[in-house]
């Protein structure tokens, strides 16, 4: 486990950091995924685990724990590809809007803590900042309606427009056919460790986890990959420990 160091900032989730140096001259393009890295992932755990059950069972005259077991075995289902992802097929499978579902509690969308700081910061080292997301484009925009941070990226790209989640082996090289890259002049920053892994696998060089992708969940550890605490680790210009 890496040593812990100070991180200047006020909030709870900044107190401690894990040592990590970075070496921004080496990187061009910075991939950064939506859900749990930039935005807390408290509104799509919330949404999918209490919120459309409950819902479900109000619409569908089901009782919630039934809901809750239908919902959550088919996310097991099929979890990690496009369809997981998809709210046109959630939306005939359950026959729910879930557009407007998710509308109903919008106001749980939050930015994790310095994300924005982040973005700010990326913008002035100069670098492509590009959102990668599983992301279906109607939940992208729902979330751009109430945290609007598109400004921030030079290209918003969501897996439903390559047809392949990124949990897929040839996410990476189907990427490249829309969006040329360095691997090994690329950041990726996702908390989904699958994902993460088929990334390693495909050659990027640069990959970091989210130790705490919700907020009302504990911290959590990765062995195989470096988890951020607060971005203000990647910002301080104090960190020590290099990056594989
Ligand atoms: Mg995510």
């Not at 991939?31 to 749990?36: S, T």
């Not at 700010?120 to 492509?128: F, I």
């Not at 705490?212 to 195989?224: I, K, V, Y």
């Amino acid at each position: 486990m890496p040593n812990s160091m100070p991180c200047n900032h006020a909030s709870d989730t900044c107190l401690t950091t894990p040592e990590l140096q970075f070496d921004w001259d080496t990187v061009q393009t910075v991939f950064l995924d939506l859900d749990g890295t930039l935005l807390d992932l408290h509104f799509d755990n919330h949404f999918w685990h209490e919120h459309l059950p409950e819902r479900y069972a109000q619409q569908k005259g089901r009782s919630p724990v039934e809901a809750r077991a239908l919902i959550s075995t088919h996310i097991k289902e099929i979890e990690g590809s496009l369809s997981y992802y998809c709210l046109d097929y959630w939306r005939d499978f359950l026959e729910l809007d879930l557009v407007a579902l998710k509308q109903e509690i919008a106001g749980r969308i939050a930015l994790r803590p310095e994300a924005e700081n982040f973005l700010t910061y990326l913008h002035t080292l100069g670098k492509n900042v590009i959102l990668l997301t599983n992301a279906h484009p109607d939940s992208i925009a729902l979330k751009f309606r109430q945290i609007p941070i598109q400004h921030h990226f030079q290209r918003i790209i969501s897996a439903h427009s390559l047809g392949i989640a990124k949990e897929n082996p040839f996410f990476w090289s189907t990427l490249q056919g829309i969006q040329p890259f360095k691997s090994a002049r690329t950041l990726f920053i996702d908390d989904n460790l699958q994902v993460l892994c088929n990334a390693k696998q495909q050659g990027v060089r640069y990959l970091l986890t989210i130790a705490q992708p919700d907020s009302t969940l504990p911290a959590r550890q990765s062995d195989d990959f470096p988890a951020l605490d607060c971005f203000r680790q990647l910002m301080n210009g104090t960190v020590s420990t290099q990056l594989p």
